[in-house]
């Protein structure tokens, strides 16, 4: 900032051109306050009160010069403009305090003819502040002329748009259009309207829109068009039936919208008619397939279970109706032996069986997905029993079906029944009842059965735990335990066997062989028995003891390709030696088609593994396969007693014996029972008999 005197190098001067400065910064915030009541200012107070300093700087050097700097002072004037310094009193306030200010300033006293120079600073200062004020002014309108300019004529350049779009879509548009008036008198009318109705557009235009319209259907649509005009109705959409110049009606969609004007006052309607007589029949017939099966013309399942609730409401109190429930018997093999062709006429044999043996009965039949049907029927007195129509079935299916005069193939099905179910079941719960009593006959190996009550609520709860199995593995309620086998002549525990255990917060502890049933009824099969592999290895060799581990497999986990490579990396992560581990293989995957088991077997003999058969009671595979030892069936084991069981215990004892093979036995629950196993020439036995483990392994 500029000293309102003169400066040199003097220090003498110095303090005076302080204080000054201190006068200036003081002037500028006085100055600053004031002009900020009166106009709005896009800068901060520190930006204006430096620039308002700057200012009076200038001022103060404009007073002292000689002669005045009047210059300096007008674009002064010019710069409280650019800095929006405009309000109503922004320039009074402004010339206020300046005058006060120069006129008190200590070091202009000295100033000769310092009012007449005050005076005529400050009118160069209003005079610059009005010039750049008026120029400011010119070019804000300009700006503003040039804008309204130019969105005048954007405006009529999309008006003009959009009356060639409106008259494009109103001339090419597929579905019928009319410009009417609030009452409905046509005032245009396209191509495809008068296609339509087979009249032409002047015809048209001479009638109302009411009077193309079915004369049942007109009140609703003038009660319609009505709401619509009167703003109840923002756009009408309603389906009507339209009345062509032959007289035919048709059914057709109108798409009602009013044209207001800028007051809101309406001026037309424009409605948009479209022709549903072609859709209405595509809609039944895809209505129809969405609920038909395409192979039978059957009900498909959705149609099955949402006529089910009217069925059984409908039904006879006193006789009910009787749902089965039917699964053909090795459809798989007639599909991937004969062909699917074939076992598509199949599939349309069986429907057309199943209609004609419940022609006579009041019956709904229907494909409830693959090779599944179902039939419900409404019983009356005249209804045959059960058993008499399940009869009726399998003679009808006995029946073969001949094609392209080669294959006579007749099926068979499981067929799980619900008699007299209550009035009031949902459609879901007599579907999941009789799906429950189905699977129950597959699993029984009957050709079919009742529904259960009790049956049914203890598949339902074994389902449920298979259900939650996976969540609770997760969880880690499902662990792995340790069993010890031992020496029968002196109790000494030779190895130990791994077992799963899931610590169930309802159902308590459930044992290993029911974790192994509800894995394999879900799929985990062959993950939760690798978890229990690695898991058990890695716990025994982190022990330290000197034990073998025995890991019973399950089927899917002994025939797994993988096997081999699992059992080495399990070796090779936790150190073992390979005669620690004894997997165990289910007898009954070697007696299946693949060859995969067996190959197993082979391939872990040969890098030392010694394997081991459970469930062990037919001798021939011990000259087949080179397993280390057997453990004896269950079944054997629980008739052991029985003279017949007698003799073929020994015989199998003696036969694995021979094959250079340990002999176990499991569910010894006595030291008397443990006695009678070492007579007979059992090498180990397991069970309840024998709950001590060596130290550090959890007990199963």
């Known amino acids: 900032m500029t000293a309102p005197h003169p400066r040199g190098d003097d220090p003498r001067k110095k303090p005076s051109a302080e204080r000054a400065a201190r006068r200036l910064g003081t002037l500028a915030r006085k100055w600053g306050y004031l002009i900020s009541t009166t106009a709005y200012l896009p800068h901060t107070p520190e930006e204006i009160e430096r620039e308002l300093a700057a200012l009076s700087g200038r001022l103060f050097e404009a007073v002292v010069s000689d002669p005045p700097d009047v210059e300096a002072a007008a674009a002064a004037g010019g710069r409280l403009v650019e800095l929006r310094c405009v309000g109503a009193d922004s320039l009074r306030r402004s010339l206020e305090v300046l005058a006060k200010a120069l006129l008190r300033e200590p070091e202009l006293r000295g100033v000769d003819g310092l009012a007449e120079r005050v005076v005529l600073v400050l009118g160069a200062l209003s005079s610059g502040y009005g010039e750049m004020l008026r120029e400011d002014i010119q070019k804000r309108q300009e700006g503003l002329s040039r804008a309204l300019l130019k969105v005048e004529q954007e405006t009529r350049q999309k008006q003009v748009i959009t009356r060639a779009q409106f008259e494009e879509v109103f001339a090419g548009s597929a579905s019928g259009v009319a410009l009417t008036e609030p009452d409905g008198r046509v005032l245009r009318a396209n191509a495809a309207l008068a296609k339509t109705l087979n009249r032409t557009p002047a015809e048209i235009a001479a009638l109302t829109l009411f009077d193309l319209v079915h004369p049942e259907d007109v009140e609703q649509l003038r009660d319609g068009y009505r709401d619509l005009v009167a703003g109840r109705l923002h756009r009408l959409r309603t389906g009507r039936r339209l009345v062509g110049k032959d007289g035919e009606p048709m059914w057709a969609t109108f798409a009602a919208s009013v044209i207001r004007d800028a007051v809101g006052t309406p001026r037309q309607v424009l409605t948009i008619v479209d022709d549903d007589t072609e859709v209405s029949l595509l809609q039944r017939r895809l209505s129809h397939q969405a609920l038909h099966d395409v192979l039978t013309g059957l009900p498909n399942r959705q149609f099955f279970s949402t006529r089910l609730e009217t069925l059984l409401r409908d039904a006879d109190p006193a006789h009910g109706a009787t749902l089965f429930h039917l699964d053909l018997d090795g459809f798989s093999q007639i599909n991937g032996g004969l062909g699917q062709e074939l076992g598509d006429r199949v599939l349309r044999g069986a429907a057309a069986k199943l209609k004609t043996v419940f022609e006579p009965e009041k019956a709904l039949v229907a494909r409830l997905g693959g090779d599944e049907f179902g039939v419900l029927v409404q019983n009356t007195a005249d209804t045959p029993d059960v058993a008499t129509l399940v009869r009726r079935i399998t003679r009808e299916f006995a029946e073969p079906e001949y094609v392209d005069g080669q294959h006579g193939v007749a099926v068979s099905a499981a067929i799980g029944v619900v008699h007299r179910p209550p009035r009031d079941v949902t459609p879901a719960e007599l579907l999941r009842a009789s799906d429950l009593t189905l699977r129950r006959v597959r699993r029984t190996g009957n050709q079919w059965g009742l529904f259960d009550r009790e049956l049914d609520r203890r598949d339902r709860h074994g389902f449920g735990l298979a259900a939650a199995m996976a ?14 086998l031992v020496r ?46 690695r898991t058990a290895a890695e716990r025994l060799a982190a022990s330290g003891l000197g034990v073998p581990l025995v890991v019973e497999l399950t089927a899917p986990q002994a025939a797994d390709p993988e096997l081999v490579g699992e059992i080495r990396r399990v070796l090779d992560d936790t150190g073992l030696p390979p005669d620690r581990l004894r997997p165990g293989f289910p007898a009954a995957v070697l007696t299946a088609d693949t060859g995969d088991a067996a190959d197993n077997i082979r391939v872990l003999a040969e890098i030392g593994v010694p394997v081991e058969l459970h469930g062990f009671g037919d001798a021939t595979c011990l000259a087949e396969f080179p397993v280390r030892g057997v453990r ?46 070492q007579e007979r020439g059992a090498d180990l036995v397991s069970g309840p008999a024998f709950p001590e483990l060596p130290d550090g392994l959890p007990a199963c």
Not at 471 to 484: F, L, T
Not at 513 to 523: K, P, Y
Not at 639 to 658: F, I, K, Y
Request: charged share 20%.
């Open 488 to 533: 029968p002549e002196d109790g000494s525990v030779e190895s130990v066997e791994a077992r799963l255990r899931w610590n169930h917060p309802g159902e308590g502890v459930l044992a290993h062989e029911t974790c192994v049933r509800l894995a394999a009824a879900t799929g985990l099969a062959l993950p939760l028995g690798t978890w229990l592999l």
């Open 632 to 677: 004896l069936a269950p079944n054997l084991v629980a008739r052991r007693e029985h003279p017949l069981v007698t003799g073929t215990l020994s015989a199998l004892v003696d036969a694995a014996h021979a094959a250079g093979a340990s002999v176990s036995a499991d569910g010894v629950e006595t030291p008397a029972q443990a006695e009678w196993w």
């Open 471 to 484: 969540g609770a593995w997760e969880n880690g309620e499902v662990e792995v335990g340790y069993r010890a």
